[in-house]
Structures are given as structure tokens and as C-alpha cells.
């Protein structure tokens, strides 16, 4: 293939449609939510701008992350159901472009966040490698892959903090803490339902490498420590991040309905049991964001 050849209009075209399945930006937008969530409970005083900056570095980095994921896993993709109508296994798209839109979008991202701060926009880099370099690789090896996976995946609510104060404090290590065990029910919930559809591909995600006794246990046990951790900041042990008493009943609640849903898979351990899970964990992230923020502004 000559140079020519490689920028032809076949090679670097994609529709918006494509676009947005290759960089997942429903995803991105979940992560902007949390990054977002992250700095207004750092700062006194809104900055608008900031807050910009984290919606497209947030754009921009998670979806380089996610098209570099599906160059790499693009055969793999083919194999499985829920992900073989991908624009790379259809061939919609050139492996090419995608390497193009992931790395544009890298540079940006990290470039981007670097206006905020140099931390922010490291804590970018740190995600995109960890996700790629070390998550990526590991899926087709060991369950571990998801205790990995869940490093990056929890760089975004504690990159808001970074982003308002410049700081690496027990606060921002908090909300880390938090997204990190909350992803453990919420992902194991899914490779539950997905299991057999990953093992066409030589994933084995679920902790005991199946759908058993072990694997849920380990989903109850890691909701309890998600609930545990949640509730850390009513404790004034968490520096500047602190919750009201009001604050923790909701998100107790809010954990416990969690931890309600994950011992009846325990008790019925069918795929049944797994899809009110699922539903219940993207609504305890999301809730117990809103609660820590509004928490913050109508109680300071």
C-alpha cells in the first residue's frame, strides 16, 4: 500500500454513527458526570470554564481508550454477539482510521485537561495506558483483568477533585476508593450476563473464571466494602470531603437497595437475577453523586 493509498478517501472515511460506536460516547459522557461531580465538590467557587475543559478532555480521553480498545480486540469483537456489529469487525471502518481517531483524540484529551492542570491531564494518561497496556491484555489471561480495570475506571471522579485543587489528598484517594469497589457488582453483574458471550472470545472476567457460588459471594462482599467506603465522609475522617447525616441515610439506602439486589442473585443465581443489578448499580453512582453534591451546597 503506498502513502497515496493510505489516505484514500476509503481509508480515513467513517460516518458520525460510527463515530460514536467506536469512541463509545454514551460511556464518555457517564465519565464527564463523575469528573464533573468530582471538582464541584473540590471548590468554593465554580469556574465554568473548568468545567468545560473536563467535558471534552473527559470526550476526548475515554473515547481514545475506547477505540484504541476496539483496534486491539477488533478480531476478538467478531466472535461475539454483542459486540461483532462493531464498525471494525463489519469493516465499516479501516483499522487505519481507527488508529487516527484514537490518537487525535489522545493528544486532545490529554492536551486539553493539561489546560487545566498538569496533574489532571497525567491522571488522563495514566488511564489511557492502564486500560490499554495493562486491562486490555490481561482479559484473555486471568480474572484479574477486572481488578486492573477498575484503576482507570475510577480515575475519573478523582480527577474532577485534582482538577479544582491541585491536590492528592485523603479526599480525592476517597472518591477513588468509591467508583473503584463500585465497579466490581456493577462489572461482574454484566460479565454475569455476558459470560458465555466473552468465552467465545477467551474472556474470562468473572472472578472464578464462571457463573458460581464464588463469583457472587465475591459481588456481595465487594457491595458491602462499596457501602463501607460510601459512607466514609459523615466520619470527618476524609478531610475536606464531608457528608451530612441526612447525606449518608440516602446513600446507606441507596447502597443497601444494591446490596438487596446482589444476595438475590446470590440466593437465585440465574441471568435473571443479574439484569435488576446492572440497573441498580448505574443508579447508585449516579445518585450518590448528585447526593454528595447537592449534599455540599445546601449544608456549607
Known amino acids: ?35 464533573v461531580a468530582g471538582y464541584l465538590l473540590a471548590v468554593e467557587k465554580v469556574d465554568y470554564s473548568i ?7 473527559g470526550c476526548f480521553t475515554v473515547g481514545a481508550s475506547n477505540a484504541f480498545n476496539q483496534w486491539l480486540e477488533k478480531d476478538l469483537d467478531a466472535k461475539m454477539s454483542r459486540t461483532q456489529n462493531r464498525p471494525l469487525p463489519q469493516k465499516r471502518i479501516t483499522s487505519f482510521m481507527a488508529i487516527v481517531v484514537a490518537s487525535f483524540m489522545a493528544v486532545m484529551g490529554c492536551m486539553t485537561l493539561y489546560l487545566i492542570n498538569l496533574y489532571t491531564a497525567l491522571l488522563a494518561l495514566l488511564s489511557i495506558i492502564i486500560y490499554l497496556l495493562v486491562y486490555t491484555p490481561l482479559k484473555t489471561k486471568t480474572p484479574l483483568a477486572v481488578f486492573f480495570g477498575a484503576f482507570p475506571g475510577a480515575i475519573p471522579f478523582m480527577l474532577g477533585w485534582v482538577a479544582g485543587t491541585e491536590n492528592f489528598g485523603i479526599e480525592a484517594g476517597t472518591l477513588f476508593a468509591i467508583q473503584f469497589f463500585w465497579q466490581f457488582p ?31 459471594f465475591q459481588i456481595v462482599f465487594y457491595t458491602l466494602w462499596m457501602i463501607i467506603i460510601s459512607a466514609l465522609p459523615a466520619t470527618n475522617y476524609t478531610g475536606e470531603l464531608q457528608l451530612s447525616y ?55
Open 1 to 35: 500500500m503506498t502513502f497515496s493509498d493510505l489516505f484514500s478517501s476509503k481509508n480515513i472515511s467513517i460516518s458520525f454513527k460510527d463515530f460514536l460506536v467506536l469512541t463509545k460516547f454514551r460511556l464518555s459522557l457517564s465519565v464527564v458526570f463523575s469528573s
Open 51 to 57: 468545567i468545560l475543559l473536563l467535558f471534552l478532555g
Open 186 to 216: 456493577h462489572f461482574w453483574s454484566i460479565a454475569w450476563i455476558a459470560d458465555a458471550d466473552y468465552k467465545k472470545a477467551g474472556f474470562r472476567l468473572l472472578p472464578t473464571g464462571k457463573r458460581d457460588s464464588g463469583t457472587v
Open 246 to 300: 441526612v447525606g449518608l441515610g440516602i446513600i446507606v439506602l441507596m447502597g443497601l437497595c444494591v446490596l438487596y439486589y446482589a444476595l438475590k442473585l446470590m440466593s437465585n443465581p440465574i441471568t435473571s437475577q443479574a439484569k435488576p443489578l446492572i440497573r441498580i448499580c448505574i443508579a447508585y453512582i449516579t445518585m450518590l453523586q448528585l447526593t454528595f453534591v447537592i449534599d455540599k451546597f445546601v449544608t456549607q
